[in-house]
């Protein structure tokens, strides 16, 4: 299942990059590719499986094959992909722009501290959750205030591509494959919530942090979480039917 799901992240980041070279404009190709595969699988996606089940069911082993390889492609990508530059910064060549970044550095924290088994509970465990659980509306707003609308309707076509691959392409061409690979029940729902949940808040973050101008970024994130609802129940529906969960 682990290794399902990183061949299936890996495949999804290459489709992106293929798609992103029929956009002229360079500048915009490393957040399209960013917004078009990098999931909200750690936050959203946990929530809506909790919703379903009860419990985290197999998110956290998804998360293991796919979220790690999110973060370290997104960071090669928008460094190779930053607008005024030729070619990938050599810093990244030498990982030195993957293994400083935030991201990276926290999950290679909680990986440790799990390994290790240190105690994780009362007072720290509260604090962490209440700033987990604030992270991602925090996010929202500060992309919000950040939004112009101009700039989105100049861009809107990537924006949208990338928008219609989230929600609809990914899901269309693997999801099958998963069910005739034998998945079902949560390991499926995993899957579906990896392949069309909504783009991850981070992505604008990050994009910003790295020279970008943001817009593909947000205009993306608003439209996969207003319209995942949708797509996602549709998805579930269709499943469903079908006797897969």
């Known amino acids: ?7 299936v992240t890996l495949i999804s980041i290459t489709i992106s990059t293929l798609i992103s070279c029929l956009w002229r404009d360079k500048s915009i190709r490393g957040e399209f590719i960013q917004a078009s595969y990098r999931s909200s699988a750690a936050l959203l996606g946990i929530a809506f499986i ?3 089940y009860g419990n985290a069911g197999m998110a956290p082993v998804m998360i293991i ?3 790690p390889l999110y973060n370290v492609m997104a960071v090669i990508v928008l460094s190779f992909f930053k607008p005024g530059q030729n070619g990938i ?12 970044n935030p991201i990276i550095l926290g999950i290679v924290a909680g990986l440790l501290w799990s390994a290790i088994g240190l105690p994780f509970a009362g007072i720290p465990a509260k604090a962490v959750t209440s700033i987990g659980n604030m992270a991602t509306p925090m996010g929202l707003m500060a992309m919000g205030a950040t939004f112009d609308l101009k700039k989105a309707s100049a861009k ?4 949208f591509a ?3 691959i989230k929600l609809v392409g990914f899901v269309a061409v693997f999801l099958p494959i998963a069910v005739a690979f034998g998945f079902r029940d949560s390991e499926l729902i995993a899957i579906l919530v990896m392949l069309g ?3 991850t808040v981070s ?9 970008h101008e943001g817009v593909i970024s947000s205009t993306t994130i608003m439209l996969t979480t207003l319209l995942s609802a949708f797509t996602l129940t549709l998805w579930l529906y269709i499943i469903k039917s079908l006797g897969l969960v």
């Open 197 to 199: 949940s909504a783009t």
């Open 162 to 164: 990338a928008t219609f």
């Open 89 to 100: 910064d050599r810093a990244v060549l030498k990982f030195k722009g993957i293994v400083t």
């Open 203 to 211: 992505c604008f973050v990050m994009a910003r942090n790295m020279g």
């Open 65 to 67: 094959g796919s979220v």
């Open 1 to 7: 299942f682990i290794v399902f799901c990183f061949v």
């Open 156 to 159: 809107a076509k990537p924006a």
């Open 50 to 52: 909790q919703n379903i």
